[in-house]
Nanobody, 124 residues
Framework: QVQLVESGGGLVQAGGSLRLSCAASGRTISADAMGWFRQAPGKERTFVSSINWSGGSAYYADSVKGRFTISRDNARNTVYLQMNSLKPEDTAVYFC?????????????????WGQGTQVTVSS
């Protein structure tokens, strides 16, 4: 079992930046692909970004390409999401997730473990 805890969310003005962290415990995540998803009020959970086990390959939703960067530090058992040029439409609860199979990086069903989420609010 692995436990995932997100942090780094908060309130920021449009154009600002935040860095989310996802700390894993229980076992190493160095062999897991990791993903970030988000869920806005009244909407479905959607894919944001994912990264393979080594950090050598990453995927991004079109809506965040060029603004968000995913990275990982396997020595710290932590994954990050650097979010720049934030927009009000980025407001959501952000979740990190871990996957051993990584069949579909952008599909929620690919991921076996989920954190509780961290709120990101972007004001206009």
């Amino acid at each position: 079992q692995v436990q995932l805890v997100e942090s780094g969310g908060g309130l920021v003005q449009a154009g600002g930046s935040l860095r989310l962290s996802c700390a894993a415990s229980g076992r190493t995540i160095s062999a897991d692909a990791m993903g970030w998803f988000r869920q806005a009020p009244g909407k479905e959970r959607t894919f944001v970004s994912s990264i393979n086990w080594s950090g050598g390959s990453a995927y991004y939703a079109d809506s965040v390409k060029g603004r968000f960067t995913i990275s990982r530090d396997n020595a710290r058992n932590t994954v990050y999401l650097q979010m720049n040029s934030l927009k009000p439409e980025d407001t959501a609860v952000y979740f990190c997730a871990a996957s051993r199979n990584y069949i579909r990086p952008d599909a929620a069903w690919t991921y076996d473990y989920w954190g509780q989420g961290t709120q990101v609010t972007v004001s206009s």
